[in-house]
């Protein structure tokens, strides 16, 4: 790892409802199979670990609701999202009906913009503008 190399680091998202605490460490051992995408609020929480697998067995989802809905009770649960062959394939196909005109983009240009400007500042790239 190069000097100057932030590898441990925590960025704190504002939203009008809502806190996001975004953390890294690339110095984990087993560091892959430990990344984890949790989200936390009242109603419930639901963790993914790891965030991606391709060893054929399936990626699942820890979900616990205080709350049950139309397709889960309240309690925790298992859920079941299948296997995943590929990181980007799925993401490539959309990309490829887009740019044919088979489909329009999900996103907009201001939409991708201010994503990457959050990035940018959360990595300490660039000032964060209010």
Known sequence: MSEGTVNNALAVLEYHHAVVTVRACCKAVEGLNQRRF?????????????????????????????????????GSHVVDLGIRRDRYRDQLLELAAILRGEMENPYTYEHDYRVQEAVLAASGLTEWKK
């Open 38 to 74: 949790k989200i936390s609020g009242t109603k419930g929480t639901a963790e993914l670990s790891p965030v991606e697998r391709f060893d054929g067995q399936p990626l699942t989802m820890n979900l616990t609701l205080l709350e049950g809905n139309g397709e889960y009770s309240a």
